[in-house]
Each structure stands twice: as C-alpha cells, then as structure tokens.
C-alpha cells in the first residue's frame, strides 16, 4: 500500500488537471492519520489556498465550533476535500476535476480506514454516497458501505448564507456524535 508520503509527494506536485494552473498551494488535508471519522468537503476556498490548509475560513471556524458540538476536533478527526486545488472563483469543481483528484481522497480514505465518514454538503455527497443525493431531503440519513458508516450535512458554508438550516445541522450532529459513540464502544 501506498504511503502517507508517496501519497503528499504525489499530491503537492501534481499536475492531473487545469486547476494546478491557478492554485497557490495543492490542500492535501490535515489531522490524525488513523482518526475514527472524516469529514470530507468539496474543495479549498481562497483562504485554503493561501494557507494550504482545508476549512480556515469563516467557513473553518464554523466548522471547528460543529466539531466540538460532537467532542471532536482537529487533532482526532481527519479533514479532506473531493479536489486539491482551488476552483477559480469558488465555483464547483467540474466533474472532470473531480474525476482527476478523487484517487487522491480514495486512498486517504484507505489509509486513514475511518469508521465514519461526513461529507460536507452536496458536492461530497453525490462523489462519495449517491451520484442523485439531494442534500436537502437526504442530509443526516446513514448508509453503511464497506463497514464504513457513511452520512451527509450541510456544508458550513451553506450553514453561514442561511441561518435556518442550523437547527437541523445541529440535529444530525447529535446523530454524528451518538454513532461515534457506538463506534468507540465496538472498539
Ligand atoms: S485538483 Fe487534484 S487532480 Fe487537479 S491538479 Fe490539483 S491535486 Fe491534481
């Protein structure tokens, strides 16, 4: 199996698709390497491009304050994107951008080998859970796929434009932090 640094090395020089040409750094991702739970996203913004780091934002800082709603944080979760590189202007990552990147994510996920898996918003819900995945109707719902327990909620940067879709985040983070338990209690 690959290595972390065969797999960091590969990343930050990769050239697979158009966006290396814009990106300031490739965003690999962060955190504990053999952690229970990811939380995937669907790429960086600008402050994750400066800084190389996923989530750093306002959107980052949200997310920090939903990690710890569930007692997790940085250092026990690991936190990746569907694609590396930056879109311009923030726009969705075109399918074949994604398709050029997710080897990267699939064997981060090998090697992390999580019990659960978040994905943050739809974008990471269509790649990682169902291709039709409707957010809206579908976030805080469980499938189980490869032993690995797998759910969607909103992404925080939806949770920023539009404050009434909190209550229900906050609801399916209890659900994520009640999974957790039964994870660890497996263990
Ligand atoms: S987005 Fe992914 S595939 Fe595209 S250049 Fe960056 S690391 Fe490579």
Known sequence: ???WQELKDSCYSCRKCGLCGTRNNVVFGVGKENADIMFIGEGPGEQEDLQGEPFVGAAGK??????????????????????KCRPPMNRDPKDEEQDACFPYLQKQIELVNPAIIVCLGRIAAKRLI????????????????????????YHPSALLRDLT????TFD??????????????QL
């Open 1 to 3: 199996m690959i290595t």
């Open 62 to 83: 949200l997310l920090d304050d939903m990690l710890s709603i569930i007692d997790v944080n940085r250092t026990n979760c690991y936190i990746a994107n569907i694609v």
């Open 172 to 185: 399916d983070l209890m659900d994520i932090r009640q999974k957790l338990r039964e994870v660890h209690a």
């Open 130 to 153: 169902d291709p039709d995945y409707r957010i809206t109707r579908e976030h805080g719902k469980w499938i189980c796929r490869n032993g690995i327990w797998m759910t969607a909620i």
């Open 165 to 168: 879709k909190r209550p229900e």
